[in-house]
């Protein structure tokens, strides 16, 4: 993924065990976080934050959560579950394509 602000400090992918830990290395003093991504690690990774206390927005870059699992009629039914149950708690962002437009920086977001 290439945008602005990559490089910053506390910006992590989630693709093995040790980013996993090198992220919950980083909490603390924490208070808020963005996952980028609406597949099951990103869902697990916001409950995760949200069970620690951090205020959470969830960015989903394809037109619906769980997009690499279910077809769009299911997940329109699971995007308005989600903004019922939990938009209050978690912001949902999508498509969150616009943000990945170049110039967009991330520092933006926190």
Same mark, same amino acid.
């Given at each position: 993924?290439?945008?602005? !602000?990559?490089?910053?400090?506390? *910006?992590?992918?989630?693709?093995?065990?040790?980013?996993?830990?090198?992220?919950?290395?980083?909490?603390?003093?924490?208070?808020?976080?963005?996952?980028?991504?609406?597949?099951?690690?990103?869902?697990?990774?916001?409950? !995760? &934050? /949200? =069970?620690?206390?951090?205020?959470?927005? /969830?960015?989903?870059?394809?037109?619906?959560?769980?997009?690499?699992?279910?077809?769009?009629?299911? !997940?329109?039914?699971? &995007?308005?579950?989600?903004? =019922?149950? *939990? #938009?209050? =708690?978690?912001?949902?962002?999508?498509?969150? #394509?616009? /943000?990945?437009?170049?110039?967009?920086?991330?520092?933006?977001? &926190?």
């Amino acid at each position: 993924m290439a945008a602005e !602000g990559m490089e910053l400090k506390n *910006i992590f992918y989630m693709r093995t065990q040790e980013h996993a830990r090198q992220q919950v290395a980083a909490l603390e003093g924490a208070r808020r976080a963005v996952v980028l991504g609406g597949g099951l690690v990103g869902f697990k990774a916001a409950y !995760g &934050l /949200l =069970r620690r206390g951090l205020a959470v927005t /969830l960015l989903i870059t394809s037109g619906y959560p769980l997009s690499m699992q279910v077809d769009p009629v299911a !997940g329109q039914m699971i &995007l308005d579950e989600l903004v =019922r149950h *939990i #938009e209050n =708690r978690v912001p949902i962002r999508l498509p969150a #394509e616009m /943000l990945m437009r170049p110039g967009f920086n991330f520092g933006q977001l &926190l």
